[in-house]
């Protein structure tokens, strides 16, 4: 637990550091260059979390953003996991402009309510657990941008808690694997479509085309969202 308002904690070292759990409410921890993971349910209620330059772990456990001043600052570094919850209830979470991703052998989830930000820093964003990723945006018929995003959920889906829900690519769009359910994907740039990509009823997403220009729809063998397709340009 950290909350002390003029303590900042600077991790050096090869690492890796692995922690329990975190509890930071005041004060600030910078990784720098450090690997670090989180092995258990944490929390951050305010002060700065800053990954640095390094590798940040989530390892089977739910990690909870609030407060209006929190920020995890993670635009330099990576971010990966192995059954992860994010759930944002305030405060700003810049996500890395490399690479995060949900991955491993169980379920993931993805929470913004209102009050929350979501920063993709131009970033890419892999939701590839092996059981269901859910989603949920906060408000009615709520939208989370992101800019790459790829969904490689092998036999399991992306689902949200709410059919008007929105997630929007503004970058490209991989779908490689697994399946959309019950809400819209949009895409503002290209999509390609990998074999992998369900073909059956686990496939019921709707798909947007939106976004100012050109656009190329590539499917390589897989299946089609098999919801209904829009073009708003």
Known sequence: ELSAPNTTINVTGTGPVRLHSLDLSVGAINTGTTPFSFNGVSSQSGGIFDCGNSTVSFNSTTFTLSG??????????????NAFNLILNGG????????????????????????????????????APSGTMNLGIGGTNGIQDFFNLTVNTGNSNV???????????????????????????????????????????????????????????????????????????
């Open 68 to 81: 209006l001043d929190a920020s995890f600052n993670c635009t330099n570094g990576t971010i990966d996991s």
């Open 92 to 127: 700003t979470f810049n996500a890395p402009s490399g690479m995060m991703t949900f991955g491993g052998s169980l379920s993931g989830a993805f929470v913004r309510n209102l009050g929350a930000t979501f920063n993709h820093n131009n970033g890419t964003v892999v939701f």
């Open 159 to 233: 689902a949200f808690n709410e059919s008007g829900d929105r997630v929007r690519a503004l970058g490209h769009m991989n779908l490689t694997s697994g399946g959309i359910q019950n809400a819209t994907f949009e895409a503002n740039a290209n999509v390609t479509v990998g074999t992998g990509f369900r073909d059956d009823g686990g496939n019921t997403g709707n798909l947007a085309f939106g976004g100012a220009g050109n656009q190329t729809y590539t499917n390589n063998g897989g299946g089609n969202p098999g919801g209904a397709w829009t073009v708003d340009k």
